[in-house]
Structure formats: structure tokens, C-alpha cells
């Protein structure tokens, strides 16, 4: 009896407290995938989704790494001014948050919750499985103009990726920022500037 009221408490404290743990991705796959002229000639908005199909773990592992993973020993697939190296790239899931580790090729847990009614205001956003927060740390950039070009690489990237493998993506400057910012466990220096939806 004493036995069973252990293991139902035991279960019962692992589901209250979510089901997000971190993830070690796959290794992205860099060779082969559309021509950089056609996925230019492809990239585009859109603003529905498939509310079941998701990402495969793999082609999240590579869009994570073509949006801002690193393509040397310590350097970025974007650039960034003075090598600041200031954006922080955030996934939003429904089974929560996690901030991408590029050196580990990993994604750690920020928030254990479904923060996705966060994501954004227009409702497609606030439904989507995978949104991305693309966040800049004014301590190591401070300049707006710079943290701003950085972002916009990395969603240039995200919407480059997105073109080359036929998923759907729009970058939004539309969501609650403190909210947003609060749910990511964000610090005084870092700023949310873009949030980007993908998927089918
Ligand atoms: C900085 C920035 C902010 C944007 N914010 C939003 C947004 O909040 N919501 C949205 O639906 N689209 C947003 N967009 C997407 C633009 O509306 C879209 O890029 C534009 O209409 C051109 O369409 P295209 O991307 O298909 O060429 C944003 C784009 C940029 C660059």
C-alpha cells in the first residue's frame, strides 16, 4: 500500500511538472538541398499551418543550425558586428521552451509550459507547433542598428532554410514583449526582436 502511494506520487509529481527536457539534436545535414537562386526565387510568407505536421528532429537540428548554428570552429552562420556573437534563438513547442546551444548542437529547457498563446498576437502564431524567437543581449551589443542587422540575418536564414525545404514561415514583430520576454526567462540586457512561426 505504502509502496503504490510512492509510486502514484512519484508519477504524479513528474506529470505536474511538465514533460520538457533538454534535447540533443541530430548532426544538421549540410550538403546537397535546393540552389541558393531557387530558394531566393521561392522565399516568401505565409500565415497557415498545419496544426499536426511538425518538423522532424533532423530538420529542426538544420534549420536551427542554418539560422544561427556554427559553420566554424567559433564563428556563426550569420554575421554579427565586432563578432559580438548577441543573438539568442529561441524554439517555442507545445511542450515548451529551450534555448538553442550551438556548440552542443542541443536545445535546453527554459520554460516547461506551453507558452505558445505568447508567441504572437495573430492567432496562427499563438496555434503553431514551432515558432522562434530571435533575441538579441544588449550587453554584448549595444548598439540597436547592429542587434537589429544581426536579427534580420538570422531570419533571412530561417526564411532561406524554410524556402529550400517547402515549409512555411513569416517573421513577426507583432507579440507582447514583456510577456514574451518574462515566459523565456529573459535578463534586463536581452531584447526579443523578431519571432518567427514555421511549419507545414
Ligand atoms: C521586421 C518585420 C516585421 C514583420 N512583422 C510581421 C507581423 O507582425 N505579422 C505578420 O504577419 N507579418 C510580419 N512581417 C512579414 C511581412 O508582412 C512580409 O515580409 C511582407 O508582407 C512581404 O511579404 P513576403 O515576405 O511574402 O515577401 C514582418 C516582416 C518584417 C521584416
Given at each position: 500500500m505504502k509502496y503504490k502511494f510512492l509510486v502514484l506520487s512519484a508519477m504524479m509529481i513528474i506529470a505536474l511538472s511538465g514533460c520538457a527536457s533538454d534535447i540533443n539534436l541530430p548532426q544538421p545535414q549540410k550538403n546537397g538541398g535546393m540552389s541558393l537562386m531557387e530558394a531566393l526565387s521561392k522565399r516568401k510568407s505565409t500565415r497557415e499551418f498545419n496544426s499536426e505536421k511538425r518538423l522532424t528532429d533532423q530538420q529542426l537540428a538544420d534549420l536551427l543550425w542554418a539560422a544561427?548554428?556554427?559553420?566554424r570552429e567559433d564563428k556563426l552562420t550569420i554575421p554579427t558586428a565586432l563578432n559580438k556573437q548577441e543573438v539568442s534563438i529561441y524554439v517555442i513547442v507545445p511542450e515548451g521552451a529551450y534555448i538553442y546551444d550551438a556548440k552542443s548542437n542541443a536545445l535546453n529547457v527554459v520554460?516547461?509550459?506551453?507558452?505558445?498563446?505568447?508567441?504572437?498576437?495573430q492567432e496562427f502564431a499563438q496555434k503553431a507547433l514551432l515558432n522562434i524567437a530571435i533575441v538579441s543581449d544588449k550587453e554584448k551589443m549595444p548598439n540597436d542598428l547592429y542587434a537589429g542587422t544581426s536579427a534580420g540575418a538570422v531570419m533571412q536564414n530561417i526564411y532561406l532554410w524554410c524556402a529550400a525545404n517547402e515549409v512555411g514561415t513569416v517573421t513577426r514583430g507583432s507579440f507582447d514583449e514583456d510577456a514574451l520576454a518574462d515566459a523565456l526567462r529573459l535578463n534586463e540586457n536581452q531584447r526579443i526582436i523578431l519571432v518567427q512561426t514555421v511549419g507545414y
Open positions: 544561427c548554428g556554427l559553420n520554460n516547461a509550459k506551453d507558452i505558445r498563446e505568447l508567441a504572437g498576437k
